[in-house]
């Protein structure tokens, strides 16, 4: 199941996450992927930085200075290291987790960016994730994925917070259900008194 969490540029879709990821620990969801976080330098906007979810840590991952070659968002170059970064906790992922993607924007929607990594997880039989976008670009995104249904909520909305988190709650008891039904699947390992 995809859950997005969509709205303006600087609506506060980040600083959403960043406030929603205790309530997630506290139910017991466990979470992997990355939030972009904004970066100011001597009151400018230098640009952004991955925070993997996982491992707690930041490096540097858009800046309005790059090199020839590198690819590009709006003013933003995407440092190597830190796309390498964000491909990364995408693949990290695993089923039983809600993997959280801060966010899939143009470079995505043309096939680029971490979109090779997302569409690798998106291709796998199970899978739960957030994904972040602003909502001009939603309508491109659900075009992206094709027949996969998608949830959106609008972070603009007064009530997104306890919608998402019983979505997230409802996403845990759905994948609960099919660990369960994995498990009676499985073939039982049992003495045979040999």
Not at 16 to 45: C, H, I, Q, W
Not at 79 to 93: S, T, V
Not at 94 to 118: F, H, N, S
Request: proline share 9%; charged share 25%; hydrophobic share 40%.
């Amino acid at each position: 199941m995809i859950l997005v969490l969509a709205g303006p540029v600087h609506s506060g879709k980040t600083t959403f996450l960043r406030r929603l990821l205790p309530d997630l620990e506290a139910l017991r969801l466990p979470v992997s992927g990355y939030l972009s976080l904004y970066v100011m330098n001597k009151g400018e906007t230098a640009g952004y930085d991955l925070f993997d979810i996982k491992k707690g840590k930041s490096i540097p991952f858009l800046r309005t200075e790059g090199e020839p070659g590198w690819q590009t968002v709006g003013p933003y170059f995407f440092l190597p290291p830190g796309l390498e970064a964000a491909a990364a906790a995408i693949l990290g992922y695993k089923p039983g987790e809600i993997l959280i993607v801060d966010e899939v924007g143009p470079q995505e929607l043309a096939g680029r960016g971490v979109w090779p990594a997302l569409s690798e997880v998106l291709s796998g039989p199970l899978f739960d994730c957030l994904l972040v976008v602003r909502k001009p670009l939603l309508d491109d995104l659900q075009d992206r994925l094709g027949k996969t249904p998608v949830n959106v909520f609008d972070v603009e909305r007064p009530d997104v917070c306890p919608a998402l988190l019983q979505a997230l709650k409802e996403l845990r008891a759905v994948r609960n259900e099919r660990r369960d039904k994995c498990n009676l699947a499985a073939p039982r390992k049992g003495r045979s008194g040999r």
